[in-house]
């Protein structure tokens, strides 16, 4: 696929403003209301693909095996190029594992697909790690945190949480609820939810994207909160607090980029 026309507006509003989180823009493309892609393959049995015809640019890649999902990748095509392809294991987490009592790592190179509530207990950790998608689906489903969560990404292989319907809308899945205060998210992308993230508790968002939320791209209940290079768009509103003690904000938001709320 060819970068979304918001990559160009948004690295617009980036040269402009230059706040905002450093995710490479294409991986915000929403490759499954895209259409037809310009150029598609099969890989063949020793791991080589062909595509044919493209121009000399940059390109967003994507690409499933079966069982181990979806995935998407930047790769600047030219004459003689080979790309390394990072495939994600597809883990589902239903009723039997849904409920996080000990310490667990989702990730690297995931695609764990929720089918029901996820639930991290008093003094029980999730860590989730570049390269891994979470994908919610078959109900309403939330995260919601009580324990310790910690969201490691990078820029160029961010955690996405996202909707698991073929043709994603806003409002498919709840939310990241944050009770605890023990929660650092780095180099994430949250989209496609009725809530992005809804702070309850003490939370650190760094490098973070939200968008095409029904509701507020962040809710901040009453809760300190500190949200630096953080990009948010496409939701009803940006950042949404109340609940304040004498109306002032406890928490500190820096070089953060909202827009088209």
């Known amino acids: 696929f060819q970068p979304s026309l918001f990559c160009d507006s948004h690295s617009t509003l980036q040269n402009k403003f230059p706040v905002g989180a450093e995710i490479t823009p294409i991986l915000l493309m929403e490759h499954r209301l895209a259409g037809n892609p310009l150029a598609s393959g099969t890989i063949n049995s020793n791991g080589d693909f062909t595509l044919m015809e493209l121009l000399e640019g940059e390109y ?7 069982g181990y999902g979806w995935h998407k990748q930047v790769c600047n095509v030219a004459s003689d190029m080979s790309l390394h392809l990072k495939m994600r294991e597809t883990i589902v987490c239903d009723e039997n594992f849904n409920t996080i009592n000990g310490t667990v790592v989702w990730g690297p190179n995931q695609h764990i697909i929720v089918t029901e509530d996820v639930l991290i207990m008093n003094e029980a950790s999730l860590t989730i790690l570049e390269n891994t998608i979470i994908e919610f689906g078959f109900g309403y489903c939330k995260l919601e945190v009580i324990g310790n969560f910690f969201v490691e990404g990078s820029s160029e292989f961010p955690v996405i949480f996202t909707s698991a319907e073929e043709n994603p809308a806003e409002n498919d899945w709840n939310a990241l609820y944050n009770n605890s205060e023990n929660c650092l998210i780095n180099n994430c992308i949250v989209e ?16 973070l994207v939200i968008k095409n939320c029904s509701s507020n791209g962040i809710n901040l209940n009453g809760n300190s909160a500190t949200i630096e290079n953080t990009t948010i768009f496409g939701c009803e509103n940006g950042v949404w607090a109340y609940g304040l003690d004498d109306g002032v904000f406890g928490g500190n938001i820096s070089n953060t980029l909202i827009f088209d709320n």
């Open 192 to 207: 496609w939810s009725y809530y992005g993230f809804y702070n309850l508790g003490e939370a650190n968002l760094n490098q």
């Open 60 to 66: 967003l890649l994507l690409y499933s095996v079966e």
